[in-house]
């Protein structure tokens, strides 16, 4: 079974959340117009969509640098001790600071990977004294500075 089956997507949800995802404020009858199915259908599906968690947000992706954020690093962190609790309180740490953008528990020489924006380099310093240097159970990091955002998407690839 494939995985969109399993999550009870059919190929005319798949087309919806297609041109969903690219725009959000696109009427229903247009999608509709788009996939072959009334307004009223593709707003029930949307509905349905929402509520079983498939659209988690509808937001307004903002450019960081417009709003005074150009500084985007790639952290890498590595942990001393990598107990559930340990790994729990370093998410809730990552989950309450304004300046991590992205946090990935991942495999590999790292434990977690960030993306952190920043005003200017001496804003992530004091991110980085505050969350990272200030934590006795982070054992490294390594920052890597972004020279220029080359792809910055939150659309999925949707068959």
């Not at 404020?25 to 029930?44: F, H, N």
């Not at 434990?111 to 001496?122: G, K, N, T």
Request: net charge negative.
């Amino acid at each position: 079974m494939h995985d969109n089956d399993r999550a009870g997507l059919d190929a005319f949800d798949r087309k919806i959340l297609a041109l969903w995802q690219g725009n959000t404020r696109l009427p229903a009858k247009t999608i509709g117009d788009e996939v072959g199915l009334s307004a009223a259908a593709v707003q029930r599906r949307l509905k349905r969509l929402r509520d079983e968690g498939v659209i988690q947000a509808e937001v307004a992706q903002l450019d960081p640098e417009a709003m005074g954020l150009p500084v985007t690093c790639i952290v890498n962190v590595d942990l001393d001790r990598e107990r559930s609790v340990d790994l729990d309180r370093f998410r809730r740490k990552m989950l309450a600071s304004a300046e991590v953008q992205q946090c990935y528990y991942v495999t590999g020489q790292s434990d977690f990977v960030l993306i952190v924006l920043a005003a200017d380099m001496a804003a992530y310093e004091a991110f980085t004294r505050r969350a990272l240097l200030d934590d006795a159970n982070v054992k490294s990091f390594v920052t890597h500075v972004v020279m220029s955002r080359v792809k910055a998407s939150c659309l999925l690839a949707i068959e």
